[in-house]
């Protein structure tokens, strides 16, 4: 038997007795799900965020449905998001019938290309093919450039849903992602590798009226029970509520709720051990021959990843040969993200290599390493020392 090791995940969840003892609380009480702390499980983000409406769902994925649905996309619509994202982003297109493309990233912040997208909405707009929506993708943590995007919305007509799954946290000029001062929506994800988590769960934001009483109809079966919009009927029917639409059950459960309110109480302090992990890998790999992802002054990342190019040029060795020397070595490194259209699925699509080349460039060099608030200095070490030790071989 060789010796045992400790394996290092590139993120994980951070659950403390606090979290525990909420939950146990809620599994106690009358209603575990639609009960009182999802509302405050929303109220609780809607504030740090400075947003007005926020309906929490059981994934992100569910929220960019309902956002898509909520923003009225369907067949004969287009949406564009980044290659560099999970596929979520982009499949909530194709669950509405809508078709969907990708931008190029920008190779410093591996974010949405603001320069490839206004080449492209140029384009678009002289073949009349331009989007309805754009889903920019705060990647491992750090805003796109939100105003930017914004600007060219007005120009080209455009909705801007933000998925921010990785950036609960973070924030852009001063404000919180989330505040969505510069889109019309802003999803978080609250998946146990992502900065807060409630399991399975997300939450969809937004400062409008009409797109919120949308989203919280799509969320629970098109239905409603505002009396003053129900239509009218016999006088003598007692139903409180109607179905007015098509919906899905996309519902957030109390159990969740109560560990996504607790968690919330730690999320400054999560994003600052993130950040003080981040420092260390910024001073430690230094002399190592990869690039790290440019943190731009405008923005505070969350770390959700720590995300580094390696710079195998003149170098034997591969990024197959380092993932997998890595791995034995217990530091369990990952990739983000294969372009989405690079999946079979896209490909069946008609999607093919080169389509955007930054992002497939960097994907060939891409390593998330550790990072995550239970990580003691000992991990951080140990991680930044098995590095250099497979990149110098
Ligand atoms: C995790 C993630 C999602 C999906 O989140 P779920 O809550 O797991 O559905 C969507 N987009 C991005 C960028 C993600 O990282």
New binding site residues.
Partial sequence: MSKKIKFINYGRHSIDDDDIKAVVKTLKSDFITQGPTIPLFEDKIKKYCGVKYGFAVN????A?HISCLSLGLGPGDILWTSAN??V??SNCALLVGATVDFVDIDPDTLNMSVKSLEKKLITANNNNCLPKIVIP?HFAGQSCDMKKIYELSKIYGFKIIE?G??AIGGSYKNLPVGSCKYSDICVF???PV?IITTG???IALTNSKLIAEKLKKFRSHGIHSIKQKMRKRDPKEIWNYQQVSIGLNYRITDIAASLGLSQMNKLDQFINKRRKIAKFYDSKLKYLPLKRQHEISSCKSTYHLYVIRLNLKHKKITQKKIYNNLTKLGVLVNIHYIPVYRQPFYEDLGFKSGHCPEAESYFREALSIPIYPDMTIKDMEYVSSSLEKVLTL
């Fill in positions: 994934s992100a994925t569910s960019l994202t999970f979520s982003s993708v998925d799954s990785h994800s609250f998946h992502k399975e769960g997300g």
